[in-house]
Antibody, heavy 118, light 107 residues
Framework: EVQLVQSGAEVRKPGESLKISCDTS????????IGWVRQMPGKGLEWMGIIYPGDSDTRYSPSFEGQVTISADTSITTAYLQWSSLKASDTAIYYC???????????WGQGTLVTVSS | DIQMTQSPSSLSASVGDRVTITCRAS??????LNWYQQKPGKAPKLLIFAASILQSGVPSRFSGSGSGTDFALTISSLQPEDFATYYC?????????FGPGTKLDVK
């Protein structure tokens, strides 16, 4: 059974760093791209970026390029999303998402709520 | 970036109704169009990919059509569990942009 299990909710202050994780199982981690999707409170879905763990090729949405870093560790089949300096506007739910053959997202993590507040 | 639009932005309907949501891409995306359903407090769920292929386990009352720039999601007979928000997404070229969503609620 394919599973994407994300790390728990986080509360941080503006300017702090953060790394959230997406622990996967039930499939060949290196052969499917995995990405991240943001959902701000009461808003729609925003595609942030994607990594292909097999060769670490990473693509970002221009809206998120330089704001976040997506990475993956094939030895523990885990993907990450990190910030070096959080802003209040980063408050959102972040979903990790496995992409399949048409780049459709066939499996989603349960979401990680990140709250940034002073 | 490819821009995605959806109409309507919200829709009120009754159980048993036939409902259609449309999605338009700002440039051609062939058939790289996906539909998701999201309920409050839950992760989205894939309904249809490649414009018209029903994801495994999704009821056959859901169907998708279109190619190029214009697409549609149809629910043939609304069930109580179908009241949710629906998003289209293009997966033709990165960034794989989503539409703004269509909220389907009870009339």
């Amino acid at each position: 059974e394919v599973q994407l299990v994300q790390s728990g909710a986080e509360v941080r202050k503006p300017g702090e760093s953060l790394k959230i994780s997406c622990d996967t199982s039930g499939y060949s981690f290196s052969t499917y791209s995995i990405g991240w999707v943001r959902q701000m409170p009461g808003k729609g879905l925003e595609w942030m970026g994607i990594i292909y763990p097999g060769d670490s090729d990473t693509r970002y949405s221009p809206s998120f390029e330089g704001q976040v870093t997506i990475s993956a560790d094939t030895s523990i089949t885990t993907a990450y999303l990190q910030w070096s300096s959080l802003k209040a506007s980063d408050t959102a739910i972040y979903y990790c998402a496995r992409h399949n053959g048409y780049n459709e997202i066939d499996y989603w993590g349960q979401g990680t709520l990140v709250t940034v507040s002073s | 970036d490819i821009q995605m639009t959806q109409s309507p932005s919200s829709l009120s309907a009754s159980v048993g109704d036939r409902v259609t949501i449309t999605c338009r891409a700002s440039q051609t995306i062939s058939n790289y169009l996906n539909w998701y359903q999201q309920k409050p407090g839950k992760a989205p769920k894939l309904l249809i990919f490649a414009a018209s292929i029903l994801q495994s386990g999704v009821p056959s009352r859901f169907s998708g059509s279109g190619s190029g720039t214009d697409f549609a999601l149809t629910i043939s007979s609304l069930q109580p569990e179908d009241f949710a928000t629906y998003y289209c997404q293009q997966s033709y070229i990165t960034p794989f942009t989503f539409g703004p969503g269509t909220k389907l609620d009870v009339k």
